[in-house]
């Protein structure tokens, strides 16, 4: 490999694949110009920088340590071997640029505002990452993350992955923030998030939300008329609810939920809300 541009000591430029490709390491620049053969041996990482991106690089250098971007590399193929897939180039800018900004805010004592959890919903295995991420860079650099980063490094993750599942990402975590709020709305109810009745309510609307975005057959709802018969006087009051979700899915999906489909959400509406005045009745 043959230097093309030298950055730094411990940072260089070169073309692998015929890409360019930063190369990474103890001295790996030390003493040398361009057009000189890089010393194999001193390699630690390399990854490629898209052209439309090396300018944000070479200012990013400037401000971070090449430690960064090594970081980012570890999980980007982390996540690569965990995931079983590729994970694009371009997450060695985006990601680097906001983990140099989460240690920066730590340094300030600036807390960053909670953000919805339903990345760790979506994309469990993603989401495990993430917390993985929080582990490593403590491990590396001595600053523990707050938690919420795990759920910022999920959507990077994500976002970088090859799996056809992030193009529905955005539009499933917008349909379940739309359908909490109807149902906040029309029961008037605040459901706690993180609760039981919270997190068994979104598993059913994920599966929803899949199926619109997937535009799988829904299944067949199996229950006994006993079942229906028992707590039909009680379901009853989720009927407008329910039909509200229906019309909002037909006006912004063009997706109509069918008997068994509005029957099966009724019945966890019932049920959450069953679950919901226990748990309130035990806080009294």
Partial sequence: MIIRKIFNNNC????????????????????????ETIDAQKIEK??????????????????YPVLYFEITRDIAEYAATQLNETIDDKINISLTDHIAYAIERVH????????????????????????????YIERKIGIRLPEEEAT??????????????????????KFLNDVMTIIASELNVTIETNSLSHRRLITHLKYLAHNIFHSNTPQTLE???????????????FNRCVDTIAKYCEKEYNYSLNADEKMYLTIHLHQVMKLKGSHDESKK
């Fill in 108 to 135: 300030q004592g600036i807390t960053m505002p909670s953000i919805s959890n339903d990345m760790q919903l979506f994309f469990p295995e993603a989401y495990e990452i993430g917390l993985w991420a929080l582990d």
């Fill in 12 to 35: 260089v430029q070169t073309v692998m694949d015929g890409k360019e490709t930063i190369v990474t390491g103890p001295g790996v620049g030390f003493h040398m110009k361009a057009g």
């Fill in 223 to 237: 229950t006994s008329d006993s079942f229906i018969k028992q707590i039909r006087a009680s379901i009853l009051k």
């Fill in 152 to 173: 910022y490094f999920t959507i990077h993750i994500v976002n970088a992955s090859s799996s056809s599942e992030k193009y529905y990402a955005n539009k499933s975590v």
């Fill in 46 to 63: 390399s990854f490629v920088i898209f052209d439309d991106n090396m300018a944000a690089f070479e200012k990013m250098l400037e401000q």
